[in-house]
């Protein structure tokens, strides 16, 4: 089975340049969330679908970031523009389902460095 | 923010030695997760205990969990090098569906 895919695995661009992240969960998973890591910490939610809803987006930083899931399958985050304090990896991640509590299937992320 | 803090934030020990690993958290939760984080590499459920329980087994995995002190810890026996990564605790907390907080993480390296 395949597990939660993402691209690119590594981005490089310059400061005030738009990014942005794939992510295809597992397949039958409607929960899916994205995570920011910065560098020696856990992982932070910045936002969570169910299906094709964001539940929860409040660590979102809206006025530079967005996210859609249209489909309620694959999903995308976009930065615009990025800034330098943006430098971290992004994990997505798949749930089986809305009213479950279980474990959260991770991919492996995308390193974003920002010059 | 981080609900989760994990101690010590940094462990060595040697090859068949085990390691513990401890977790405090702030709000009442519907279960406690761990996860083991290879360098370069993503998050890896390796355990979840609900709130109800006090404790659990996999493998050489020891977890146990004290709601009254709002606290968790994770024993590893007889580590191997190959146990060497980032262990994060991650908190559901109740009637928020299934969303996790996790802590800073305890980098633990096992020394050959």
């Known amino acids: 089975e395949a597990g939660v895919v993402q691209s690119p695995r590594y981005k490089i661009i310059e400061k005030k340049q738009p990014v942005a992240f794939w992510c295809n969960p597992i397949s039958g998973h409607n929960t899916l969330y994205w995570y920011l890591q910065n560098l020696g910490q856990g992982p932070e939610l910045l936002i969570r679908y169910e299906n094709e809803e964001a539940v929860d987006d409040s660590q979102l930083p809206k006025d530079r970031f967005s996210a859609e899931r249209l489909k309620g399958v694959d999903s995308t985050l976009k930065i615009q523009p990025a800034e330098l304090g943006d430098s971290a990896v992004y994990l997505c991640?798949?749930?089986?389902?809305?009213?479950?509590?279980?474990?959260?299937?991770f991919g492996p992320g995308t390193r974003l460095t920002v010059l | 923010s981080q609900q989760g803090e994990e101690d010590p934030q940094a462990l060595s020990i040697q090859e068949g030695e085990n390691a513990t690993m401890n977790c405090s958290y702030k709000?009442?939760?519907?279960?406690l997760q761990w996860y083991r984080q290879n360098s370069g590499r993503g998050l890896v459920h390796l355990i979840l205990?609900?709130?109800?329980?006090r404790e659990k087994h996999s493998g050489r995995l020891r977890v146990t969990l004290d709601t009254s002190k709002k606290s968790s810890s994770l024993l590893i026996t007889a580590s191997r090098a190959a146990d060497t990564a980032s262990y994060f605790c991650?908190?559901?907390?109740?009637?928020?569906?299934?969303?996790?907080?996790f802590g800073g993480g305890t980098r633990l390296m096992v020394k050959p």
């Open positions: 991650a908190t559901g907390p109740n009637n928020a569906g299934n969303m996790l907080t």
């Open positions: 205990i609900r709130s109800n329980e």
């Open positions: 709000t009442s939760i519907n279960n």
């Open positions: 991640a798949s749930s089986v389902g809305r009213g479950t509590y279980g474990e959260q299937f």
